[in-house]
């Protein structure tokens, strides 16, 4: 169930993205009262940040939360709670309602059960859930086989988080487990450059999702994905 959206250039791609956030929020709102959203980091969500922030919604009754985060504290610029905090809650979205997933235990192991039980007071399902995807194929903090990869894909596992220590990236990770990810109304594909369509067009090639762990997300019926990329 994955459509791809193209665009000429990055604003026309970001506009259009935001539109269609902006209408999944206020669907949410007028269905159940609320909404809530899970953003992905990295720098190439900042642009989209920063419109989404001025949009007029009643941001009061939104709940954002991030698909995975570093464990480092949110002052170090390697947390995408940080981006968010300086890039999205900002202007009009200031009044959202923001939930991270990092906390003070010392290892994301450790911190794991307080984050899962810190994000149930995340409305769920989600109305968006905003993911990147890496060169190597990984979304989230879903890396290629790490240790704790086959667990994160478990549909059955119970589980909306999960302590990740990628082979193909620094740090350990908190992150959304697949069954959490899927728990969406929309899913949203963020992709810029040339490099990322052609990991895209492997990935949907192949099969194997421990070998690009972003196949589990795309060749799955449970929830619509679109992606939207500009080169």
């Known amino acids: 169930m994955f459509t791809l959206n193209q665009y000429a250039s990055s604003d026309e791609l970001t506009q259009n993205m935001v539109k269609h956030i902006v209408a999944a929020l206020n669907k949410g709102i007028a269905e159940r009262g609320m909404a809530s959203i899970a953003v992905s980091g990295g720098k190439t969500p900042i642009p989209l940040f920063k419109l989404l922030s001025q949009q007029e919604l009643p941001w009061s009754k939104v709940y954002i939360t991030l698909v995975d985060d570093r464990w480092v504290d949110d002052t170090d610029d390697a947390s995408n709670e940080k981006l968010v905090l300086s890039y999205?809650?900002?202007?009009?979205?200031?009044?959202?309602?923001?939930?991270?997933?990092?906390?003070?235990?010392?290892?994301?192991?450790?911190?794991?059960?307080?984050?899962?039980?810190?994000?149930?007071?995340?409305?769920?399902?989600?109305?968006?859930?905003?993911?990147?995807?890496?060169?190597?194929?990984?979304?989230?903090?879903?890396?290629?086989?790490?240790?704790?990869?086959?667990?994160?894909?478990?549909m059955h596992s119970g589980k909306l988080v999960m302590d990740m220590t990628p082979l193909t990236a620094p740090l350990d990770r908190i992150t959304l487990t697949l069954p959490a990810i899927l728990n969406s109304q929309n899913i949203y594909l963020h992709l810029v450059?040339?490099?990322?369509?052609?990991?895209?067009?492997?990935?949907?090639?192949?099969?194997?999702?421990?070998?690009?762990?972003?196949?589990?997300?795309?060749?799955?019926?449970?929830?619509k994905v679109i992606?939207?990329?500009?080169a």
Do not use: Y
Request: proline share 5%; net charge negative.
């Open 88 to 154: 999205l809650l900002q202007n009009q979205a200031k009044l959202a309602n923001f939930i991270g997933l990092k906390n003070s235990a010392a290892t994301p192991f450790e911190g794991e059960l307080e984050a899962q039980q810190k994000l149930a007071e995340v409305p769920m399902p989600f109305d968006v859930v905003i993911l990147g995807m890496g060169e190597d194929g990984h979304t989230a903090s879903l890396f290629p086989h790490a240790k704790n990869l086959a667990a994160g894909l478990d």
């Open 193 to 223: 450059g040339e490099s990322k369509k052609v990991v895209l067009d492997k990935a949907t090639q192949g099969k194997d999702i421990t070998d690009m762990p972003i196949r589990a997300v795309l060749q799955q019926d449970k929830v």
């Open 227 to 230: 992606g939207f990329w500009c």
